[in-house]
C-alpha cells in the first residue's frame, strides 16, 4: 500500500502503486471519511456484478493494496481479510444476472456501487470511483479514470469486489458444473463458450449479452 501523505502534503510523483493522493485531497476539503468504490463483473456472461465500497483509515497501513486485476488469487485472497480486518468500514452489493438482463450492465454496475455505499457501516462524506460516477449522489465525488490502480481507496475496493465475486462463481459452478465457473469466474474465454454451444445457457447465464442467447451465438 502506498505511504500516507505527509504533513507536507500529498505527493504528485507518478508511482506504479496506488497512492493516497485523491484521499488526501478530499481531507483537504474538510472530508473525514472518505470511501474508495468499485466494482468486478461487468463484462462476463454469467453470474452478478459486484461493487464494493472501502474507508480505510490511514494510520493503519496496509501494506500490498494494489489494484486487483495486478495481484494473483493468493495474494487477493490475503489482502481481502487484511482489508475486512483493519479498514474502517466495508460495503459489499450484488446485482444479479436477472437484474442486470432488465436495466442493463451499466445501469446494474452503477446500482450495486450505490447499494454498496448505503451498506457501510459508517456514513461517508466523499466518494472515490473507479471511472464512474453515480447519479444523484448525496456526497461529493470523483470518478477517476484507472482509478483502481491509483488510489488505496479504489484499489482496496477493487480487491473486495473481485474475491467476493469469484467466491460465489465458485459456489455456482457447484450449483451448475460444466461451465467452469471456477476457472473463468463467467468471463467470455473460448472454454467459456464452447460449453454455452455444447450445453446451452443456464439459469444464472445474461441473456442480453451477445453469445449466450441462442440467436446471439456466432
Known amino acids: 500500500m502506498g505511504q500516507a501523505p505527509s504533513s507536507r502534503g500529498p505527493s504528485r510523483e507518478l508511482t506504479r502503486e ?53 495481484l494473483s488469487p493468493a495474494r487477493r485472497e490475503r489482502l481481502f481479510d487484511d482489508i475486512r480486518t483493519r479498514a474502517r468500514a466495508v460495503g459489499v452489493a450484488a446485482v444479479d444476472h436477472a437484474e442486470i ?19 457501510l457501516p459508517e456514513v461517508p462524506d466523499y466518494l472515490l470511483l473507479d471511472a464512474l460516477t453515480l447519479p444523484d449522489a448525496p456526497f461529493p465525488q470523483e470518478g477517476i479514470v484507472k482509478g483502481d490502480a491509483r488510489s488505496v481507496s479504489i484499489a482496496a475496493a477493487s480487491i473486495v469486489a473481485k474475491v467476493t465475486r469469484d467466491r460465489m462463481m465458485r459456489e455456482l459452478d457447484g450449483r451448475y458444473p460444466g461451465y467452469g465457473f471456477a476457472v473463468h469466474k463467467g468471463y467470455p474465454t473460448e472454454a467459456h463458450r464452447q460449453a454455452i454451444r455444447r450445453l446451452g445457457p443456464c439459469p444464472v447465464h445474461r441473456m442480453s449479452f451477445r453469445g449466450v442467447a441462442p440467436e446471439a451465438r456466432p
Open 101 to 119: 438482463d432488465r436495466i442493463n450492465i451499466l445501469q446494474a454496475t452503477l446500482r450495486a456501487m450505490a447499494r454498496a455505499v448505503e451498506r
Open 18 to 70: 496506488p497512492t493516497w493522493e485523491f484521499e488526501a485531497r478530499a481531507w483537504a476539503r474538510g472530508a473525514r471519511a472518505v470511501a474508495g468504490v468499485d466494482e468486478a463483473g461487468r463484462g462476463p456472461l454469467a453470474g452478478p456484478v459486484v461493487a464494493a465500497a472501502v474507508i480505510l483509515d490511514p494510520d493503519l497501513a496496509i501494506p500490498g493494496v494494489a489494484d486487483s486485476k495486478t
